[in-house]
T-cell receptor, first 114, second 113 residues
């Protein structure tokens, strides 16, 4: 049973560029959330997708956008990259079903903006 | 003030000692409480999950929740060098409010052989 998979693992971008990160949720899960974790800090919620729609959003600017596909996989897009966007980006997978609570994380994508 | 506060550590203990970790929070709507372990440059791994107040034990790990004090704890018995990691507390409201987790800043733990 594959867990949450993310790609790419590491990437380096230049300030002002755009980046796309990808996530495949754990088998059987239908909800994907994205988190940003700066070095030495806890993860911060960016947004959540279910049924191909953004359901919740954290305190992040519109430069951060996402998409969920019919197979439940998801992409995180960040435009006009800033140096402060350098962080570990984590994908979290779960079930939207109200009886389920377990949330699993992928290994993350390390983004460095130079 | 952050919604969830966690001592950043580092917390250094000898092998075999009990590790005691805690978080305080301010949002009374939080109902579900989790502890994640995160090794360096890896994603968080779910260790313990509890609902509302009470204790939960799983092997060497015990999680405690005191909602009246807005305080949660994680105890690791017979600590091993492999327990050296950053421990993150996380919490969320009722299911109807969505899956958003609010994390503490994490506590670095070092277990010395």
């Amino acid at each position: 049973d594959a867990g949450v998979t993310q790609s790419p693992t590491h990437l380096i971008k230049t300030r002002g560029q755009q980046v796309t990160l990808r996530c495949s949720p754990k088998s059987g899960h239908d909800t994907v959330s994205w988190y940003q974790q700066a070095l030495g800090q806890g993860p911060q919620f960016i947004f959540q997708y279910y049924e191909e729609e953004e359901r919740q959003r954290g305190n992040f600017p519109d430069r951060f956008s996402g998409h969920q596909f019919p197979n439940y996989s998801s992409e995180l897009n960040v435009n006009a990259l800033l140096l402060g966007d350098s962080a570990l980006y984590l994908c979290a997978s779960s079930l939207f079903d109200r009886t389920q609570n377990t949330i699993y994380f992928g290994e993350g994508s390390w983004l460095t903006v130079v | 003030q952050k919604e969830v506060e966690q001592d950043p550590g580092p917390l250094s203990v000898p092998e075999g000692a009990i590790v005691s970790l805690n978080c305080t929070y301010s949002n009374s709507a939080f109902q579900y409480f989790m502890w994640y372990r995160q090794y360096s440059r890896k994603g968080p791994e779910l260790l313990m999950y509890t609902y509302s107040s009470g204790n939960k034990e799983d092997g060497r790990f015990t999680a405690q929740v005191d909602k009246s004090s807005k305080y949660i704890s994680l105890f690791i018995r017979d600590s091993q060098p492999s327990d050296s990691a950053t421990y993150l507390c996380a919490m969320r409201g009722v299911l109807a409010a969505g899956n958003k987790l609010t994390f503490g800043g994490g506590t670095r733990v070092l277990v010395k052989p």
